[in-house]
Each structure stands twice: as C-alpha cells, then as structure tokens.
C-alpha cells in the first residue's frame, strides 16, 4: 500500500533520494532548492542515508564533484535553481559529452536581471541545448514520480545523459499538498543498482575521460548525443509504464487534457497546468470545447507526438514562462510551432509569455486566453508574443 | 625509506612516452616524477585542468596516463577530484571498490592560481585526500604566454608587453603556497626540478601518502616562455633556488620547515639574465628595476626564514 503524506515539492524530492541513497551528493544552496541538500545533510546525520555529502562553495563546483563522483563510478546527484544553474553552465555541456548520467534537481526560478527569487522558467530554459533531458512537474506528486524514474532514464545504457528533474519554485517546492508515497523497497527495486560499464575506479580498466578532440571526433560525439537524446524517448516511455505498475500513476511526454473534441487548446508547462485545469473545467461547463496540453518532457521534445495531439484543434496557445529575446517568441513556441509546421497542422497558434518572475497566473488568466483563441476562430488577428498581465 | 635514484628511476613509469608537450616541458618533468613517487601496488586516479599538460596528453583517441584520468575543464580541477574522491570513499564503504587509490591532480598556474582558485581552496579547505600539483610556469602557456598572477614581477608576456610605456607586468607574483598553507591543510611544499629530482620526490611521496589534502607548487619552465635555451631547464632551476627566487619549504600540520638555504645566496640578475622575458632589465636605464627586484626577493626570503624560525 502506497503512504498518504502531506508535503512541499522539496521535501517530496528530498523523501525520494533519502529512499533511493544515491552515493554521492555535492550541493550549494540557492533558494528555493536550498531546502533538498539540508533535509538530506539532516537525514545523513540522523543516519537515515548513507550518501556522501559534498558541500562545496559554489555550484560551478557542485556540478564538478558529482561529474568527478559519477565517473568514478558513484551514483551522483545535485540540486540547483537559477543563478546557480546558470554557473554551471559550462559544465552542463561536459557532462552531456562525458554521457554522465546524473540527476538534478531543478527548482525554477528567475534568473537574475533584476534579481528575483519566484519562479520561471528561464534558468533550464537558458540550459535547454545543454544535452540534458528535461523534464517538468505540475505538482509536488508528479515531482516526487519524475525523480523516482529520472534515474533509470539517466542511467539506460541506450541514454546515458544527464537529467534535470523540473519543479516550479515556491509554486510546488515550497507548497505543502497531499502526496502519495510509495514504499522505500518498492522505490529501491524499481531504481535498482548503478553499475556502470566503464568507470575510473574500475581496477581492471582504467579509464581516461574529458578528451581534447578536435574537429575529425567532434562531431561524431555531439552525433552520438543526438542519438542518446532520441533514444531517451523510447526509455522514457518504457519506464513510464513501469512506474505505472508500483505507482498506478501514469505518465507520457505531456498530459493531455480534456482534449478528445477540443478546439482551443492551451499548451503549457509546470504548476501553471493545474490553475489552466480549472479554467477549462469552467468553460465546459458552459459548452465551450476547451482542453488543455500539458508538456511533461522537454528534452528530447516530442515535437510529432504534440502535433498528432493538436492536429484537430481550431486554435493554439503556447504558453512560455521564459524570455529567449529572440523578438520572435518564446522557446516552447519556437519549438512547438516548428513541429506543427512540420506536420501540417494549420490551426492558428499564438504564443504568450506569462508569469515571468512569479507574476500570478490565475484560472482568470487562464480564461482570458481562451477567450482570445475563441476570438482568433472567430477571425480576430492573433496577437503575438504577448506579455499576460504586464502593467502598461 | 633513503632515496635510492636508481630504485626510484626502475619504478615503471605512469606517464607514457608518445605525449605531445614540447622537448624539454618543465611540466612534463614535473608529473613523471610526482608519479614516481606512487607505490607501484597502488592504483591512482589523475585529475587535470585544462593547459598545456591536457590537451598534449590526452588527444582523442589516444591517452598518455597509465592511470584513470579525468579532465573536465580548466577552473575545476579541485572540485571535479573531490568528487572522485569522495566516490571512492562512498563505493568503499559499500564493498564496490576494493582496491586502495590514490588521487593527484595537476594544473597550471592559470588553472590554479587564477580561474581554478576558488575550486582549489574549497577542495583544501575540505580537506579532500588528494594532492593538487600545480606546475608553475609562471604564465598562460597554453594560450601563448599571457600574464597570470604567478607571472614575475617585470616578465615579458603577450598581455604585459615591454614598450616604450611598459616594463612588463607591474606586479608581484601571488605566493600561493603560502595562501594554501594558511587553509590549515596537512602538507604543503615548494620544489622544483633539481638534481636527482631527490627533493621533488620526496615531497611528491609525503604529499600522496600524507592523510587528507596536499598541494605542491613546483616551479616548472616553460623554454618557450621564459625563452631560454632548452638544455639548461635544470641550470635555471638550480639559479632560481640559489638566488631564493624559488625557496624550497614545507609546512607539516602547520609547521614551516626550509630545505634549503644556499650557502652563497646568489644576486637575483643571475636568475633573470638566462631568459628572455627580462632581456629589458638588463638595459643601463633599468638598472634600478633590478635593485627593486633584488630587495623584493630578500623581503620574501626574510619573511620565509621568519616563518621557518617561529
């Protein structure tokens, strides 16, 4: 029988690795993931895990140890939002070259410019070519799920990459709602052992990683990442489904919502989900065909999968909790609109950013968009790129 | 043990011949003897930051390091083996590794002076057991001889260029060993290419197979920017030590301990007249930037006798 708790975003993540006992962790507090290294320091002290803390003096350094720590051979883990992502910039690429398939947690927040501690999401929006898989949480459960199977993602001989395991600051890391837990033998059976092929501390062959390799190697490695990437789709699925078994949950690249008949159609991703949930409950309750896109995976993007799910729409909003200042919209819309060309799905799509620095998203905002795409069948012209709820 | 030279000479050598590093590399020389000083039953694994040493050993697919190696990029090498380190612990304790390893990490003094610094003192700092090695060849060699804070004070580099306007770089060198020392480490020691290498090794074997962290600072010419004549590496050694340009010490829990005091100490010019990057110095009109630098190598020898002395 799975455990009915009560729980904030961080302490469900922070439950999930004191479950899984990874071998090694190396952590610099940011807030808000800040709380995820201090409740594991306070479970090692109380002997409640085993792993390995490393507490380093920034996160540029924090992403090295668990790189050094996972070739060695450990199973290796962070935890990071904004700012402290963003320093780790350079070595989120090595990591991704090295194919060490660590797993962070990320709990979103504005980077800095003016300096903002809520949530968006352009910290692992920033880090989305990185070559880390990424995938995002609405609510605290589906945090403490996506982490529980980030590792058998992670750690797929056909994947191989690092993974960062989303989660909206504050909205869900610091929200206390009620989670089911699934019992610790069950989680350490389905996350099983890392043993990796090649390691350095493997007495029997040593192992030289982190080459210079210039341009007759170079492009057969980012090659090889590109086929791990594409693989990771196949093994997210696949682990998906194992997960259903212990959890009863499941899980796919995006949550649809709703959508069976639906005509206006919201594509968003995080804990803005749910507030939209309740905005299309409204308007079907008034005959209004609304539903509802809930991208879980971003890297890779399943860009086919989401036109196949939007071909029969009338109208698309795309929803972006990031800035990429391209003045051509946001990286979910980029990305989206790209896929929908491809597949010849001509429904009319508008992207908007919203809740940047942790301006509220409400059911009314969620409405207000809606009422827009109903506007934009009716033969409005859509208003790209659109700030929500800005102060003019 | 007595450092027999020709035992340690027969030891197999951890640093395969067929690497890249130019004829006559300081640091080349360095990390074949602080390898020597493994005990051949025990296994190591190798950190790196980026430099000249990376992209010269380990060109992909080929690989000098008979030993694991890990290089990941230039400012955190620190980090990166502390990692390893406490994984080794980690995987120990859980029976997965059973073998003992050692773990050594070398960089330049850009990697570890400059944009290394901060990984490099919270690796001391959290007193990792690992020794970090910097081979200091007093500039950013790898990207063509630029100024680091290990440079000499009036050394000719390509971002401190002699001029009309301009003497060199303006500044002191940064006394690391010392800032290292202060992080209350285990071993700290200074050495250089000398002799039989008897001092280096010796080091090298206290700072490996001391418990916790260790850092050795070892001055290592580069003859391409120090611009000297290759074969004389280890004349311009025995002149750095001789003049106290480059002291030899360790510091032991804390304690500072000289290893060596010349005998005749030697005027600083016979130092810097064997290289390039001074030439200017030696001009008549400069002839008092020659007594500036003369009083700044007493001033620090003064001082390290003072704190050899307490």
């Not at chain 1, 993540?13 to 409740?39: G, L, R, Y």
């Not at chain 2, 020709?6 to 004829?23: D, I, L, Q, S, T």
């Not at chain 2, 090695?133 to 790898?142: E, I, L, Q, W």
């Not at chain 2, 290759?230 to 510091?251: G, H, N, Q, R, S």
Request: contains cysteine; glycine residues 8%.
């Amino acid at each position: 029988m799975s455990i009915r708790e009560r729980m904030s975003g961080n302490e469900a993540v922070a439950h999930a690795i004191k479950q899984i006992n990874p071998d090694v962790m190396a952590a610099f507090p940011i807030t808000p993931s800040t709380e995820i290294p201090q409740m594991v320091s306070t479970f090692i002290a109380n002997g409640e895990c085993t792993t390995e803390f490393i507490p380093v003096e920034s996160e540029h350094s924090s992403m090295s140890a668990t790189m050094g720590a996972c070739a060695a051979g450990a199973r290796a883990i962070t935890a990071t939002s904004s700012c402290g992502l963003a320093y780790m910039w350079e070595v989120l690429y090595v990591a991704a070259s090295d194919r060490l398939p660590i797993v962070m947690a990320v709990v979103n927040r504005a980077l800095t410019g003016p300096i903002n501690i809520n949530c968006d999401h352009s910290d692992s929006m920033g880090a989305r070519d990185a070559g880390w898989i990424q995938i995002y949480a609405e609510n605290n459960q589906e945090a403490y799920d996506n982490y529980i199977q980030s590792f058998r993602i992670a750690e797929h001989p056909d994947v191989r990459l690092p993974f960062m395991a989303c989660q909206d600051g504050f909205i869900t890391s610091h929200a206390i709602e009620n989670i089911e837990l699934i019992e610790t033998d069950k989680v350490k059976a389905f996350v099983g052992d890392y043993e990796p092929e090649n390691y350095l501390l493997n007495k029997d062959m040593p192992m030289a990683i982190g080459p210079y390799a210039n341009s007759p190697f170079y492009m057969e490695t980012k090659w090889n990442q590109r086929m791990a990437m594409k693989n990771a789709k196949k093994v997210i699925l696949e682990v998906a489904k194992e997960f259903e078994k212990i959890s009863g949950r499941s899980y796919g690249f995006f949550e649809e919502y709703r959508m069976d008949d639906a005509e206006y159609v919201i594509v968003i991703m995080g804990s803005a989900a749910g507030t939209t949930k309740d905005a299309v409950d409204a308007l079907r309750n008034q005959g209004i065909k609304a539903g509802l896109v809930k991208i879980r995976v971003f890297r890779p993007f399943p860009g086919e999968e989401l036109a196949e799910a939007l071909k029969n729409s009338k109208a698309i909003a795309i929803m972006d909790r990031a800035e990429s200042f391209s003045a051509y919209g946001g990286p979910v819309g980029s990305e989206l609109k790209s896929a929908l060309f491809d597949a010849g799905v001509t429904a009319k799509t508008v992207n908007y950013f919203y809740g940047l620095g942790g301006r509220d998203y409400t059911v009314e905002t969620a409405t207000d968009v809606y009422q827009d795409l109903i506007d934009i069948t009716n033969g409005a012209t859509p208003v790209q790129f659109k700030y929500i709820g800005i102060r003019k | 043990m007595a450092f027999n030279f020709k035992e340690v000479m027969n030891k197999p050598e951890r640093f395969a011949p067929g690497h890249r590093m130019c004829a006559g590399c300081g640091a080349a020389i360095t990390v074949r003897t602080v390898l020597r000083a493994l005990k051949p039953e025990d296994k190591a694994v190798i950190g790196n930051a980026t430099g000249c040493l990376e992209v010269s050993s380990f060109m992909y697919p080929y690989t000098a390091w008979e030993d694991s190696y890990m290089h990941n990029a230039f400012e955190n090498a620190g980090a990166t083996l502390s990692g390893i380190e406490t994984a080794y612990y980690a995987l120990k304790k859980k029976g997965k590794v059973t073998d003992n390893y050692k773990f050594i990490t070398f960089g330049g003094d850009g990697g570890t002076y400059d944009i290394g610094f901060q990984s490099l003192s919270g690796a001391m700092e959290r007193n990792h057991d690992l020794v970090y090695v910097c081979y200091d060849n007093g500039a950013y060699m790898n990207t063509g001889t630029q100024r680091s804070s290990a440079t000499p004070m009036y050394a000719d580099t390509t971002t401190t260029p002699v001029g009309t306007e301009s003497n060199g770089k303006m500044q002191n060198r940064k006394d690391l060993a010392s800032i290292i020392a202060n992080h209350d480490i285990p071993y700290v020691a200074q050495s250089t290419l000398l002799g039989t290498m008897k001092d280096l090794y010796e080091k090298a074997e206290k700072a490996i197979y001391t418990p916790g962290a260790a850092f050795l600072n070892v001055m290592s010419p580069c003859p391409r920017g120090w611009r000297y004549d290759t074969p004389d590496i280890m004349k311009i050694c025995k002149l750095a030590v001789d003049t106290c340009y480059w002291p030899l010490f360790e510091v032991v829990e804390g304690k500072w301990i000289l290893n060596y005091e010349p005998k005749k100490k030697l005027p600083i010019e016979d130092f810097l007249r064997q290289q390039g990057r001074f030439k200017h110095l030696f001009k008549p009109e400069n002839e008092h930037l020659l007594v500036q630098y003369q009083e700044e190598v007493d001033r620090r020898w003064e001082d390290l006798l003072f704190k050899c002395s307490r």
